[in-house]
Every structure is written in structure tokens, then in C-alpha cells.
């Protein structure tokens, strides 16, 4: 079964002084999705989110956030949406928890509900033991940790996080990940990630939305996103081996979804042969690798290795921005024939 779209939005466009910062934006989200915002700095990100919690007026476009509209009726989408901005304000001499109640009090929670809800909170993410200690020593993993319980204490069913990771070391990047992940699959919550994070969005999210320049460049899930950015060769096989010949190149690039060949130089870092080998990058718009290796056996070819790769979001983000990764000597199946 779909889940149910919690936030709808349609040709969405705001701009600042004539600047385009969000550009005929559609973008659907599903109840339970950890979705991923991802883009370079400017590329409208904060702007859409600020839109969806009704903190900026969008020129034209309509936004459903659970049935809502954000512009009109922003205090009651505040309340079933949290937001964590990338720094969050706290009373630096008040203690986590004393922090904590603050926010429960503010959302008209009471008094004994606020302690047990901050209570929970704080072990749930990890702070139990930093409950009574004053919000200004937090470290930067730890505040980013405090935020999260202070937009969960209200128990929201959609959670918006700009950055989370700004700032905090790999260990505790990892755990802050770990933990939203799993707050996600465990109560269902709705996840809203902006990040230009290319690999800490990889690690959780379900679906990525690429932002470039206030467009939506594409969105989906990994394999969606290597189809629509990589059209040629979303995959790439990789075959090491101590000599080739035109013959085996000429075969190989008359395989079906075989769109190009590279002969590898050494001095790329990512995929280096061992000393005295060669390596044949095989790209594919669609996975052929036993038709590869049955082409290798049937010629005789001395293969050491051969490995089906599958291009993760740094390398189609890179190679999509960058425009392309060329690397070695390039062979183009037209030319091989
Ligand atoms: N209040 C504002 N006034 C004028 N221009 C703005 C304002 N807010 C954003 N912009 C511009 O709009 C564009 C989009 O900015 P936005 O902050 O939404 O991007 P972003 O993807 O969130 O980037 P970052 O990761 O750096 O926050 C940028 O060119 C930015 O300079």
C-alpha cells in the first residue's frame, strides 16, 4: 500500500529581488519517507523550507502540508511539524531538561507531561547523563542531539532538519544519522532533510531530491536518480586484466547496453589496477555483466577481476554538476565497431 502524501507541493516559486530563489518546484512526500533536500549552497533548500512552515510567502504555487496550507495557517502547521534549523537557540544557562520543558510549556503541554516527555527524550537521544548540565557546555553533537528532542517533545508527525550534521565530528555525525533513522522506521515519522551532505543523505534517506539554482533537478530513490542523471551508463563494470586486444574490445562493445569502454590509467585514484594489470571500465545503461564475463571466458581472456558498480549519489551528483569524470583513454562504442 502508498502511504498517504503529507506534503504536496505544486509549481512553487519564490524569488528576492528579482533573483529566482525556488523555480516551479513540484515535489510529493510520503508519510514515514525520509526524504533528502540535497543541493549546493544558494541552490533554494532553506528557502522551500521556509515555505512549507509558512515563514516565507511563496510568490505563486500552491503547498499541502497535511491538508494545511502553510501561508495561511501557519501556527497550526508549527504544531504538527517540527523544524530544526542548522543553529538552533537555547537559554544557555538553563539545563537541557529545564530547556526541554521550556519548549513542552510553550506548546501547551503540562507541566508533569512536559518532564516525562523530556525525561524520555533526552535518553532517546542519548543525553540522559547531560540532562542537568547547562545547555551552554553542550558540545555541537550534543546541542544538535538537544534540538532534535526539542522538536520531537512536541511529538510532531513531520520533522524538518536544515543541516544537522553542520559542524559535529564523523563519530557524531554517524550517530545523529543512526538516531533520526530510526526514530523514522520506529514511530514514523515524517523526515525532511536539507543537506549538501552528498554521503550523509546516501546513508538515510529513501529519496533524494536534487536542488540546483531553485530547480528541482531530479528526485527518487538511488537507482531512479542513476537512470535519470546517468542515462548512458548508470552502471559500471569494471574487469581487470594483464592485455587486451581489439578483438575483445570490438566484442565487448557490441554487447547489448554496452555504451562505452575506457582503458584505465594508472593514475586514477578509484580504480587502480595492481602493478602490470589493465583496467577495462565497461559503462551500461542497463546491468549486462554475464554477457561481459561470457564474452571474456569465450575468448580466453586472463581476467583477475570483474565487478559490477553501481553509481552512488556523490559520483552521479559529481559527475552530473561537474559534467562528467573522464578519466584514461576513451573508447566510444561507435569507434570500437
Ligand atoms: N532573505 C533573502 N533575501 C535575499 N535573497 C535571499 C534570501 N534568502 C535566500 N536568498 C537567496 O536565494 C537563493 C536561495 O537561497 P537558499 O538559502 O534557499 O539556498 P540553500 O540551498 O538553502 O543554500 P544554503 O545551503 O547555503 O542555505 C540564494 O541565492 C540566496 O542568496
Redesign the pocket.
Known amino acids: 500500500m502508498v502511504a498517504e502524501t503529507v506534503i504536496d507541493i505544486q509549481q512553487l516559486s519564490k524569488s ?2 528579482g ?1 529566482q ?2 523555480d516551479s518546484l513540484s515535489l510529493q512526500i510520503r508519510r514515514g519517507e525520509i526524504f533528502g ?1 540535497l ?12 515555505m512549507l512552515l509558512g515563514l ?1 510567502e511563496p510568490d505563486s504555487g500552491n503547498i499541502d502540508v497535511l491538508g494545511m496550507n502553510p501561508t495561511r495557517e501557519p501556527i497550526k502547521v508549527k504544531r504538527r511539524v517540527g523544524y530544526l534549523p ?1 543553529d538552533i537557540g537555547f537559554y544557555e544557562d538553563w539545563t537541557g531538561l529545564e530547556n526541554l520543558k521550556l519548549t513542552a510549556r510553550l506548546n501547551g503541554i503540562s507541566n508533569k507531561e512536559a518532564h516525562e516527555r523530556a525525561i524520555r527524550l533526552l535518553a532517546e537521544v542519548g543525553l540522559k547523563d547531560a540532562a542537568d548540565k547547562k545547555a551552554g557546555a553542550y558540545s555541537r553533537g550534543m546541542r544538535q542531539r538537544l534540538g532534535l528532542a526539542d522538536v520531537l517533545i512536541k511529538q510532531p508527525e513531520i520533522i524538518i532538519l ?2 544537522p550534521t553542520l559542524g559535529i565530528d564523523p563519530k557524531g555525525i554517524d550517530e545523529l544519522l543512526a538516531l533520526i533513522s530510526n526514530l523514522s522506521r520506529e514511530q514514523g515519522l515524517t523526515v525532511l532533510l ?1 543537506s ?1 551532505q552528498l554521503h550523509q543523505v546516501q546513508q538515510i534517506c529513501d529519496r533524494v531530491g536534487l ?1 540546483v539554482s ?1 530547480k528541482l533537478l531530479a528526485e527518487g530513490n538511488l537507482p531512479t536518480l542513476s537512470r535519470l542523471l546517468l542515462t548512458d551508463t548508470p552502471i559500471v563494470i569494471t574487469a581487470e586484466m594483464d592485455h587486451v586486444d581489439d578483438d575483445l574490445l570490438n566484442r565487448l562493445a557490441g554487447i547489448e547496453h554496452v555504451n562505452n569502454i575506457q582503458i584505465v590509467n594508472g593514475d586514477n585514484e578509484a580504480f587502480r589496477p595492481s602493478e602490470g594489470h589493465i583496467l577495462l571500465q565497461i559503462g551500461c545503461s542497463e546491468d549486462c555483466s554475464s554477457a561481459i564475463a561470457k564474452t571474456f571466458v569465450e575468448l580466453g581472456a586472463s581476467l583477475f577481476s570483474l565487478q559490477r558498480k553501481q553509481y552512488g549519489l556523490d559520483e552521479i551528483y559529481r559527475r552530473y554538476f561537474a559534467g562528467g569524470d573522464e578519466h584514461g583513454s576513451k573508447r566510444s562504442k561507435k569507434a570500437a565497431k
Open positions: 528576492y529581488s533573483h530563489a525556488v533536500l543541493g549546493p549552497n544558494g541552490a533554494g533548500k532553506s528557502t522551500t523550507i521556509l516565507t542548522d536544515d543541516e536539507s549538501h536542488f531553485g
